[in-house]
């Protein structure tokens, strides 16, 4: 088959390369592609908002099938005019993109079909923006205005001051420096944040493994708004909530759709927080987040070429979405100054001997191959590991080696879980002793501790959770009692919340044995083995999340 992809960011060149491994696959364009793509494919320079030039290039070259990833062709009904076309397409039409082209749209899509959001208002008039905002600004500490349109991230504003408020207000229906003359006003709304992809169609929702997006341009979240610096997959702090999220986020979503004859077929991707009240939709994209698209699809072991077409055909149910356990972590590397000014036409070096990432280009090109910056995100550093932890270092190992003038990434993307060990009686792990005892080593030269790796709770509240939970036994945050190289750690039951005083947490606890210097290797290693025995035959499961040890 023959393939158009319609973009130049690194979420193209990730789902291209992940195209390019389908069997069905002989030829991929991207219009108009970057510097990297030209490897996946043949870049043809037609712009995405190019509808007529996009149509023509089809029909003359034949393609069999065109997948589109940024949301303006899309909202300019480039699926309608393939379509009508007879041409294949992926993406929702014109009348379902509106869910991300119009966020007052979208609010009321979620209200009347049931989907938790925060309260809000839509309006063109000033003075009722302002009134509102007071409102909300008297009843919590900051308020959201969202301007109505499709402004690349970069048309949301949280304000914690009216005068703020005001400013932005103005700028948005006064001035109108965000296309259209009308805004959303909405609760803020406090908790953690995460993304959630679906494959959908008329029939069916399946979705695709979480992911966590970092849209500050600063650390620690400071700072504007970004297309996102950076992912993860999975999201671990989601992980409590899949079966809640199907049940009340995406199948009141797939109801929502049949209930109002929409036609979506494509991927529906869906900003949520998880707050104390509960989970809720921040907003709905209706194609591919970027930089998730990057994290994701390398979990994904499934032909991407068949489920896009399966969906594009009505026929999701059919298609099998199958999985790896791998944890993937995706760095942008950027210019200088964005989300605002900055320059472009700077050589990148140093990008070819890379070892374990895997590059996707986004602002690129090739000049008299010489390949230069030419956006404001420049390269996605993709990592792809057993655990967090190595991802973390390779992807960060290989942010420093590429080199271009002005080069800048954020240095905190990852999970931030914390941990903490409590010491248990050995005496209390039957199992263990009597596999010390089998191995012969000696049980003094064994301990047994229950780690505990947390998210989302401050330093104060981290101490008070170690306090509780481990009473009057020793308790570490960091376990350099033992020797560490030979500490193997093995996860069983994982029990969330239950043992949680705080709400909305991530709480995972796993049993670590450390052994001290004097157990030889050979011992070590049959230990080891015999665990893992005893594992396979509980809960029990290989520690593969944490990551982060602060
Ligand atoms: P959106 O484009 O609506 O997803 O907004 C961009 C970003 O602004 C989100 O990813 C959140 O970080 C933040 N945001 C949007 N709406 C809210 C809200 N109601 N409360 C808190 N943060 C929000
Ligand atoms: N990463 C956010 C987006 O693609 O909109």
Redesign the pocket.
């Known amino acids: 088959m023959k393939i158009l992809i319609v973009g130049s960011g690194a979420r193209e060149h990730a789902i291209g390369e992940k195209i390019s491994q389908s069997p069905m696959c002989d030829k991929i364009y991207f219009a108009p592609g970057n510097g990297g793509t030209g490897k996946v494919g043949e870049n043809v320079d037609i712009k995405v908002t190019d509808l007529d030039g996009l149509v023509a290039f089809a029909e003359k070259n034949k393609i069999d099938f065109t997948i589109v990833g940024p949301e303006d062709p899309l909202n300019l009904g480039l699926v309608d005019v393939f379509e009508d076309k007879g041409l294949k397409i992926f993406g929702p039409r014109k009348e379902s993109a509106r869910l991300e082209g119009s ?1 007052a749209f979208a609010k009321d899509f979620m209200v009347r079909h049931n989907i938790a959001t ?1 309260q809000y208002i839509e309006t063109s008039n000033l003075n009722q923006a302002i009134d509102f905002t007071k409102k909300l600004l008297d009843e919590s500490s ?1 308020a ?1 205005i ?1 301007a109505d349109g499709l402004c690349a ?1 970069k ?2 504003f ?1 304000v914690d001051n009216l005068s703020d408020g005001e400013k932005y207000l103005r700028r948005i229906l006064k001035t109108g420096d965000y296309g259209i003359k009308k805004v959303i006003i ?5 908790g953690f ?1 995460m993304s959630l992809i679906a494959f959908v169609d008329n029939h069916t929702i399946k979705m695709l493994p979480t992911s966590k ?1 970092h ?1 500050n341009i600063f650390d620690k979240d400071q700072g504007l ?1 970004t297309g996102g610096m950076g992912t993860y997959s999975p999201n671990i702090q989601a992980s409590p909530y899949l079966a809640d999220l199907e049940e009340e986020i995406l199948n009141p979503f797939l109801k929502g759709i049949q209930a109002d004859k929409m036609d979506f077929r494509g991927v529906i991707f869906i ?1 949520l ?1 998880i707050t104390a009240d509960g989970i ?1 939709v ?2 709905f994209n209706t194609r591919f987040g970027d930089p998730e698209t990057q994290s994701i699809l390398n979990r994904l072991d499934s032909d991407l070429l068949d489920l896009m077409i399966k969906t594009s055909e009505d026929k999701l149910a059919e298609a099998d979405l199958v999985f790896n356990d791998k944890k993937v972590l995706t760095l942008i590397l950027a210019s200088a100054g964005y989300p605002e000014s900055y320059k472009k036409g700077y050589e990148i070096s140093n990008i070819h001997q890379l070892e374990g990432v895997k590059i996707y280009h986004a602002g690129t090109k090739l000049e008299d191959d010489k390949l230069v910056t030419a956006g404001g995100r420049v390269l996605s550093v993709v990592a792809i590991e057993d655990s967090f932890e190595e991802a973390i270092n390779k992807a960060y190992k290989a942010a420093e080696t590429i080199d271009f003038e002005g080069k800048y990434y954020r240095t905190d993307i990852g999970p931030q879980v914390q941990r903490f060990y409590i010491e248990e009686d050995l005496g209390d792990f039957e199992e263990i002793e009597k596999l010390l005892e089998k191995n012969n080593i000696d049980k003094s030269k064994i301990k047994v501790y229950s780690r505990y790796d947390y998210e989302n709770l401050n330093q104060e509240e981290g101490k008070d959770l170690c306090k509780t939970l481990a009473g009057n036994k020793k308790s570490f945050y960091n376990l350099k009692a033992f020797d560490l190289q030979k500490t193997f750690e093995k996860a069983l039951v994982v029990d969330l919340e239950k043992e949680a005083e705080f709400e909305n947490m991530y709480l995972e606890k796993s049993l670590v044995l450390a052994s001290s210097k004097e157990v030889n290797k050979n011992d070590f290693i049959n230990l080891k083995r015999a665990l893992l025995e005893i594992l396979q035959g509980s809960d029990g499961k290989l520690l593969g999340v944490p990551t982060k040890i602060s």
């Open positions: 966020k925060g900051k959201v969202k991230g048309g949301v949280i909405e609760e803020f709304l406090e944040e997006d849209k708004n900003g927080m809720k921040l907003e």
